[in-house]
């Protein structure tokens, strides 16, 4: 089970992020890096905003960006601990989520916020995204994103 802990100040950040794209009317994604100690829960300690290609409903990182997502990681020594991204409607992994997922270990955490995360606040971010995990099958398994088994905790 992976778990990652992250403060308001980080939810705060992220949810401007993705509202960003949003009132353009598209998805956004962010990530969630942490450092490169293998700790769980791992604290989030950035939230990166890749350069991204995005419509109403995808998103995706073309080549030059992902080298310079890689280019960051190596020279901060972070990893990628979950990406975070919105939907237009409902929260939930599509398929096309799978396809361009940017991150695919064990235990890698994909995050979903509904509506743009135009309703999304500090304080409502547990009722209202839904939480995945990446198995060791390959597939992107629902998980609870609160309460017992929770894979993302806040700290005030």
């Not at 829960?41 to 419509?55: L, R």
């Not at 990628?80 to 955490?109: M, Y």
Request: a neutral charge; glycine letters at 6%.
């Amino acid at each position: 089970m992976s778990a990652i802990v992250c403060t308001c100040e980080v939810l705060r950040t992220t949810i401007a992020v993705l509202r960003h794209g949003g009132e353009r009317g598209e998805e956004r994604v962010a990530l969630w890096l942490s450092t490169a100690a293998r700790r769980t829960p791992a604290p989030i300690v950035e939230v990166y905003e890749p350069d991204q290609v995005a419509e109403v409903d995808y998103f995706r990182l073309p080549p030059a960006s992902m080298r310079s997502l890689m280019d960051h990681l190596r020279s901060t020594r972070r990893r990628i601990v979950a990406q975070i991204h919105t939907h237009p409607g409902r929260a939930f992994h599509s398929e096309v989520d799978a396809k361009w997922a940017i991150i695919r270990h064990v235990g890698a955490l994909s995050l979903v916020l509904p509506r743009f995360a135009a309703t999304t606040t500090p304080e409502n971010f547990l009722d209202e995204v839904m939480t995945y995990e990446y198995s060791p099958a390959g597939d992107w398994d629902h998980c609870p994103s609160a309460g017992p088994g929770a894979r993302v905790m806040m700290i005030v």
